[in-house]
Nanobody, 125 residues
Framework: EVLLVESGGGLVQPGGSLRLSCVGSGFTFSMYAMGWVRQAPGKGPEWLSGINSGGGSTYYSDSVKGRFTVSKDNAKNTLYLQMNSLKPEDTAVYYC??????????????????WGQGTQVTVSS
């Protein structure tokens, strides 16, 4: 059974930082690209970032480029999202997702076949 378990969300002040983690199990973590998606209240899911299977290529949406950094530790079966300079508009539930593919296709959500349960990030003073 494929499982993705996120952690690291919470309440942070504007300008602050958080690091999200996502531990994968039930599949060969090193063989698949992974991604981060968020969903804000009343809005549809938004693709944020992707990383290829080996971890050497990363991609970001314009909304987070320069502020967020995705990384992948295949030895630990763990995906990370370092989030800096957080803004109130970053408030959302954040999900990690496993792709069916080794490479990343930006923006689209179709390649992702498994999702974590989500972790809440709230940016507020």
């Amino acid at each position: 059974e494929v499982l993705l378990v996120e952690s690291g969300g919470g309440l942070v002040q504007p300008g602050g930082s958080l690091r999200l983690s996502c531990v994968g199990s039930g599949f060969t973590f090193s063989m698949y690209a992974m991604g981060w998606v968020r969903q804000a209240p009343g809005k549809g899911p938004e693709w944020l970032s992707g990383i290829n299977s080996g971890g050497g290529s990363t991609y970001y949406s314009d909304s987070v480029k320069g502020r967020f950094t995705v990384s992948k530790d295949n030895a630990k079966n763990t995906l990370y999202l370092q989030m800096n300079s957080l803004k109130p508009e970053d408030t959302a539930v954040y999900y990690c997702a496993k792709s069916r593919e080794q490479t990343v296709r930006t923006v689209v959500l179709g390649p992702y076949d498994y999702w974590g349960q989500g972790t809440q990030v709230t940016v507020s003073s």
